[in-house]
């Protein structure tokens, strides 16, 4: 069964701090992998994709990995900051499909605290 | 920011109503996507669509139907809303036919209420 699980499922730290988020997969054929970032009440915004012969993709402060041997991904996030609260979702797509799919996690809800 | 709106933002309404939750996007993109996203939980797909006169059921079976009779607009209905209607209803695009490729950019979403 293809599935996408996230861990911690949420996570506090303090402002400056860093800290990396995982995502576990059992996706397949794989395509890419996505984070999102979701502000509450908000619609998910993306900030990094990776397709299978990427290791690491980097948007600011924010530097995803992904191990496609092991089905892992991280996203470290570095200095955070108040506006760094938020849930961030992987997301893993396939190629199973004709036209393809894609599988969300449940998310990490990060509040980062003065 | 995207170019993708939903209104309304929030809606509380009783048991038993009529409701439209619009979607829009101006980018041209003639794939659109409905999910719905309980608190604390996956996105689940429950509409899609191709382009106009196109739509599709998703993963998650859902009481509500979709039309595209235009490719900015893709509006979700419910006949008549039931509090397990209760829920986030996202709406989303992309340039590509192939989910798997390229971005979807996401509407700001409802927050559906029912009494």
């Known amino acids: 069964k293809n599935q996408v699980e996230q861990s911690p499922q949420s996570l506090i730290i303090l402002e400056g701090k860093n800290c990396t988020l995982q995502?576990?997969?059992?996706?397949?054929?794989?395509?890419?992998l996505r984070w999102y970032k979701q502000d509450t009440g908000r619609g998910p915004v993306s900030l990094t994709i990776?397709?299978?012969?990427?290791n690491t993709k980097s948007n600011g402060r924010y530097t995803a990995t992904l191990d496609a041997d092991t089905k892992q991904s991280s996203l470290h996030i570095t200095a955070s900051q108040l506006s760094d609260s938020a849930s961030y979702i992987c997301?893993?797509?396939?190629?199973?499909?004709?036209?393809?799919?894609?599988?969300f996690g449940r998310g990490t809800q990060l509040t980062v605290w003065p | 920011e995207a170019d993708i709106y939903q209104t309304p933002r929030y809606l509380v309404i009783g048991t038993g109503k009529k409701i439209t939750l619009e979607c829009s996007q101006t980018?041209?993109?003639?794939?659109m996507y409905w999910y719905q996203q309980d608190p604390g939980m996956e996105l689940h797909l429950i509409h899609y669509?191709?382009?106009?006169?196109?739509?599709e059921k998703g993963d998650l079976s859902s009481e509500s139907t979709v039309s595209r009779i235009r490719t900015e607009h893709f509006p979700l209905t419910l006949e008549s809303a039931r509090p397990s209607h209760t829920s986030q209803y996202l709406c989303?695009?992309?340039?590509?036919?192939?989910?798997?490729?390229?971005?979807?950019?996401f509407g700001p979403g409802t927050r559906l209420t029912v009494t």
């Open positions: 669509s191709y382009g106009v006169n196109s739509t």
């Open positions: 989303a695009s992309s340039e590509s036919l192939d989910a798997s490729a390229g971005e979807q950019y």
């Open positions: 997301v893993v797509s396939d190629r199973g499909s004709t036209l393809g799919r894609l599988y």
């Open positions: 990776m397709t299978f012969s990427e």
């Open positions: 980018m041209g993109h003639d794939k």
């Open positions: 995502c576990n997969y059992t996706v397949s054929p794989f395509s890419n």
